[in-house]
């Protein structure tokens, strides 16, 4: 067909240009001045200014899920699973202090009295059992959180590459 066309003598570029334009092929006819402009247009390089601009019909929206982005979902997350780490670490390191503690002390050390903060003259194994229960609920409250985190990001439809 495109044979045909051109043994007519008829140019499609013309009718392309006014095409991509937005006119219609039908009411179109063939224009050399802007099928030239439409060419050289295309031939010289883009603007710097061009290059840095947007194109208007574009919608470059932030995807976001339960009035979130992908970010804040993250850092939530990341920041309870973060204090978890380093709560752990803490018990861990109050428990083996402890241990250590335990074979050397005699178990006639008198303690104060439950529910006070500890002395600096209260035994080292009084105060790592403090910091031992301490751990331990702070641990609680992160995993309830943490859980908690989880439920509202499902509710939102949170993906889970957004979660970690």
């Given at each position: 067909m495109l044979g045909g066309v051109r043994r007519l003598g008829i140019s499609l570029a013309p009718l392309l240009a006014a095409v991509l334009a937005g006119g219609s092929a039908a009411g179109a006819e063939p224009d050399q001045a802007g099928a030239?402009?439409?060419a050289s247009a295309e031939e010289q390089p883009a603007g710097l200014d061009r290059l840095l601009t947007l194109p208007d019909d574009k919608s470059y929206g932030v995807d976001r899920r339960g009035g979130l982005s992908r970010g804040e979902w993250r850092a939530r997350f990341v920041e309870v699973q973060d204090a978890l780490v380093v709560e752990r670490k803490g018990l861990a390191e109050a428990e083996g202090r402890l241990d250590e503690v335990a074979g050397s002390s005699s178990?006639?050390?008198?303690?104060?009295?439950?529910?006070?903060?500890p002395s600096?003259?209260?035994p080292l194994d009084y105060q790592l059992r403090v910091s031992i229960r301490r751990h331990k609920s702070e641990i609680e409250r992160?995993?309830?959180k943490l859980k908690e985190l989880e439920i509202e990001a499902n509710l939102a439809g949170v993906p889970a590459e957004w979660r970690s």
């Open positions: 030239a402009s439409a178990n006639w050390q008198m303690a104060p009295v439950p529910g006070m903060q600096p003259d209260a992160l995993e309830r």
